[in-house]
């Protein structure tokens, strides 16, 4: 069977939900499902509901990987894992640490909207070796190394062009190529050892009827060479050629394709993959602000002459299809309680911007000292970030602030160039509960407030419970409150509702962030005994 007959041949064999019931008992001696897995025949989209743009996703064998942007949020580029392409766990980041400048440490400057843009990863099979190369600040390109996607990556090499929105290419011969730029799309090949590039041509030039293409994927499928192209935000084109120098031949994909979350965007850039058996499909993402840009998965079937058509319903991206003929493999949810027991942060935790490593620790809690003296939560140092579940979830901080100092801020915010928080200030000796808004940023992400209190209260007891609840929907108006606790059962508000800013510059959505910062000296402490994330 050829690979181009797999997608309308390959189907799930467990799709209907009444055979899976009937057929689970006679099955279960022959496959390892369990009765929940079973009765897993179809899948829902958004696969993921938490913000993941640009991603790339490769497959090793039976495993898969998955990259995504991540901007100033530091470690960067996450590695997600999945065995069935539905459901993903963190475990790991190629870029320990933006080692780029000393804007990536708030030191001197801000790296807001910088960092890691759409990056590549994939595999070298020759020597099993994972690679990721992103450009940074529109200069310079890094690449990073690892025999394990989890880790630990290291710096590789630094070259001196801007690969931007790059797609690397391991052809068959083991050659390394570059796809990538934006309107003028170019190749490169790289040396051997991928630290220097050895040729460059420029490959295709975007029609002006169709505007810009970016977002490069890289692919050499049944032979022929593939670049897979976005045209932001709402199509998604691809070339196609015999040779990686092209000639290419053009062809869109899709184009204003509704997508699977109510009020959100177009399903685009992201790449395509394939199963071990021959399927197809394609992971996008979907601009669902204020939440940010969501994974969805659709499958993929070909033409007699090799072009790639998303699977539709009703002609739309679906928001479920079948699951993929994979034995579902779950994972613990990106949900849960973080107790901050181990020496080490979890995956799923990014910092804005570089910590100063010697003011934070984990194993008993996470203990967070000021770091940086500032009115200003947008220039503070140490603030530990999580993403938000959609379409709406809840996160919790137990809190002990028993040794915060005069003129110290800490607690909970939601994160974004409109930012709002639950928290504590101590001042003349005494700490009480505060939430303030109000603290924004202009275009070129500059502070331009820094926070108006807009409700207070006493804090009786020396522990505290802090809560968001963030409605992330996409559009306008979305909402998120704020509420306290001194027994971790009964909360009550403090403050107005919050509206969240759905705007796309940011590019990022909004995150809950723990924060603690000093307005007069350093020396103060918080420990954050638990965090947890629910979902309704």
Request: glycine share 10%; net charge neutral.
């Amino acid at each position: 069977m050829s690979w181009l007959e797999f997608p309308r041949s390959r189907r799930r064999m467990l799709i209907g939900g009444a055979g899976v019931l009937a057929g689970a008992a006679a099955a279960s001696a022959l496959n390892p499902f369990t009765e929940a897995e079973a009765q897993q025949s179809t899948y829902t989209n958004p696969v993921i509901w938490q913000d993941f743009a640009d991603v790339e996703v490769i497959r090793v064998g039976a495993d898969f990987y998955m990259t995504a942007s991540t901007m100033h949020y530091s470690p960067g580029a996450p590695v997600l894992h999945s065995r069935d392409l539905v459901n993903w766990e963190f475990i790991g980041h190629s870029v320990p640490r933006l080692d780029f400048g000393s804007k990536y440490d708030l030191n001197g400057g801000r790296g807001y909207v910088r960092g890691i843009w759409a990056s590549s990863l994939t595999h070298r099979a020759g020597e099993n070796r994972f690679y990721w190369l992103g450009q940074i600040d529109f200069a310079r390109s890094y690449m990073y190394t690892a025999t394990n996607a989890a880790g630990p990556w290291t710096r590789h090499a630094e070259l001196s062009r801007s690969y931007y929105d790059a797609g690397m290419l391991v052809d068959t011969d083991n050659t390394m190529y570059v796809a990538y730029g934006a309107t003028q799309i170019s190749v490169a090949q790289l040396s051997a050892d991928g630290k220097t590039e050895v040729r460059n041509q420029q490959v295709f030039s975007t029609p002006s009827s169709i505007g810009v293409l970016e977002g490069s994927r890289f692919y050499k499928i049944n032979g022929n060479y593939y670049i897979f192209l976005t045209r932001p935000a709402n199509g998604q084109y691809i070339l196609k050629s015999s040779s990686p120098w092209g000639p290419y031949e053009l062809r869109q994909v899709l184009l204003n394709m509704p997508g699977p979350i109510a009020g959100g965007g177009v399903p685009h850039q992201g790449g395509l993959v394939n199963t071990a058996g021959g399927a197809w499909y394609y992971m996008a993402f979907v601009d669902a602000y204020p939440g940010g840009r969501m994974p969805a998965l659709a499958p993929i079937t070909w033409t007699s002459d090799g072009w790639p058509q998303v699977t539709t319903v009703n002609g739309t991206w679906g928001s479920t299809y079948p699951f993929p003929n994979l034995t579902p493999h779950p994972v613990p949810p990106l949900t849960g309680a973080d107790t901050f027991t181990a020496a080490t942060l979890a995956a799923k935790w990014e910092w804005n911007h570089n910590p100063d490593n010697t003011k934070w620790a984990t194993g008993n809690g996470l203990r967070l000292q000021t770091a940086t003296v500032t009115n200003d939560l947008y220039a503070a140092r140490n603030t530990l970030t999580h993403r938000i579940q959609g379409p709406s979830s809840t996160a919790t901080v137990e809190l002990d602030p028993s040794a915060m100092a005069n003129g110290d801020r800490a607690g909970l915010a939601m994160l974004r160039d409109a930012s709002a928080w639950i928290g504590l200030r101590r001042d003349n000796g005494v700490t009480r509960l505060s939430m303030t808004d109000g603290l924004t940023m202009d275009s070129n992400w500059n502070t331009t407030g820094t926070g108006t209190e807009r409700a207070s209260a006493e804090l009786c007891g020396g522990r505290v419970w802090l809560r968001v609840t963030a409605d992330i929907r996409p559009g306008a108006g979305r909402q998120a409150v704020f509420s306290y606790s001194t027994d971790g059962t009964t909360f009550t508000p403090l403050g107005p509702a919050f509206a969240l800013n759905n705007n796309w510059t940011f590019f990022m959505g909004y995150r809950f962030a723990i924060f603690n910062y000093a307005t007069a000296a350093l020396g103060g402490v918080v420990t954050v005994n638990r965090f947890s994330l629910t979902a309704p």
